[in-house]
């Protein structure tokens, strides 16, 4: 009988119920941030649904525009970026989205308390050959006083601010993690029963590790300080790991440990991903989970965002790694300082 019973493991917290149990550690709370948390889940399994069948219902493949940075949408990039714009315009608890696949701020023309930032579907390389892909969303209070049209002000705010942040990973299988500031917690998507459970609880990034995570083929453009850097994790026979979708690269390195870059290269000055989109939410995982990020200079959430599509350099994850780096780039900064 206990042989049985060993079998048939509790199943962990629901996220409903855990984001409801949750719901006190915010003063005044009044329901809308757990409510928001709640459609952005929802709509990250509509997500699921059409990435698990993409194959079968013509959904993959690219889409035959391009997005505003110019770069080509594949069907599911846009498919994700209805779903949740969508989701959230429904919910009621938003009044601005901004989205890396829409030029300008949606006004949702909702009276709710809350601005949304998302990557519907980050990973694109990756969308159509069955690779790990993700969603990746920040949550900031609005500043702008409830009721009025949402502004840009409401949407540019410096990760700091940030109530929540999280991503959703599709990979071997479909994950939401997030934070509110309180720890990190992940939750793994129970098909069959089509909930997210608790799986992971108060995540810790381990403080070091051996592996790191680059595009190695942009090496030759990379400044001669990262390039030093890469030589020592090879001296000192480092793995290295690189997926390319970077939900999922971020996520190895929060569980066993390593540092993710995308530093500048010589064709884009000013690194390829997105603050508001990519780098703000992961940074404020990853010092929840006791990691670091930077832009290589500053803290990324320090940076105060001009511009809606702001790209930025990205080193994050275990913290004595990612001091390491800065401590190379840091050379680079005293020198041009001096010159
Ligand atoms: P995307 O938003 O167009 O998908 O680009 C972001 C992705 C990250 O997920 C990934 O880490 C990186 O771009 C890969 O870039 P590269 O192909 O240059 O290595
Ligand atoms: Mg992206």
Redesign the pocket.
């Given at each position: 009988m206990k042989q049985v019973e060993e079998l048939v493991l509790p199943v962990g917290t629901a996220l409903d119920r855990f984001i409801s149990r949750h719901e006190e550690q915010f003063p005044f709370a009044t329901g809308e941030l757990s409510q928001l948390l709640r459609d952005i889940a929802l709509a990250g399994k509509i997500v699921n649904r059409e990435i698990n069948r993409a194959g079968l219902i013509g959904v993959a493949g690219a889409y035959g525009q391009q997005?505003v940075?110019g770069?080509e949408q594949q069907k599911l990039?846009v498919i994700a970026n209805i779903r949740f714009i969508r989701a959230l315009r429904n919910g009621g608890e938003v009044c601005g989205i901004i989205s890396?696949e829409e030029e300008d701020i949606i006004d949702t023309g909702s009276r709710g308390k809350y601005v949304v930032a998302i990557?519907p579907?980050?990973?694109?390389?990756?969308?159509d050959v069955n690779v790990s892909?993700?969603t990746v969303f920040s949550i900031y209070r609005r500043l702008s006083p409830v009721g009025s049209a949402v502004t840009m002000e409401d949407v540019l705010q410096p990760g700091y601010k940030q109530v929540a942040a999280g991503y959703i990973l599709y990979g071997s299988s479909t994950m939401l993690v997030y934070t509110t500031g309180y720890g990190v917690n992940a939750f793994t998507y129970e098909s069959s029963l089509g909930e997210f459970f608790l799986s992971h609880a108060d995540m810790q990034m381990p403080k070091s590790a051996q592996s790191y995570?680059?595009?190695e083929?942009?090496y030759r453009d990379f400044s001669p300080e990262i390039i030093e850097y890469l030589d020592y994790c090879k001296d000192q026979k480092y793995t290295a790991r690189?997926?390319?979708?970077?939900?999922?690269?971020f996520h190895r390195n929060l569980l066993k440990g390593g540092i993710?870059l995308?530093p500048e290269t010589k064709s884009?000055p000013t690194g390829?991903?997105?603050l508001m989109?990519?780098c703000n939410a992961l940074a404020f995982i990853a010092e929840q989970a006791g990691g670091k990020a930077t832009d290589g200079k500053r803290r990324i959430l320090d940076i105060m965002p001009t511009k809606l599509h702001q790209r930025c350099p990205l080193y994050i994850g275990s913290v004595d790694m990612v001091k390491q780096v800065e401590g190379c780039l840091a050379k680079k900064n005293e020198m041009a300082w001096q010159s």
């Open positions: 997005n940075q770069e990039d890396e990557d579907l980050d990973g694109s390389s990756n969308i892909i993700g995570s680059i595009n083929g942009n690189y997926i390319g979708s970077l939900v999922a690269d993710y995308y884009s390829k991903l997105r989109y990519e």
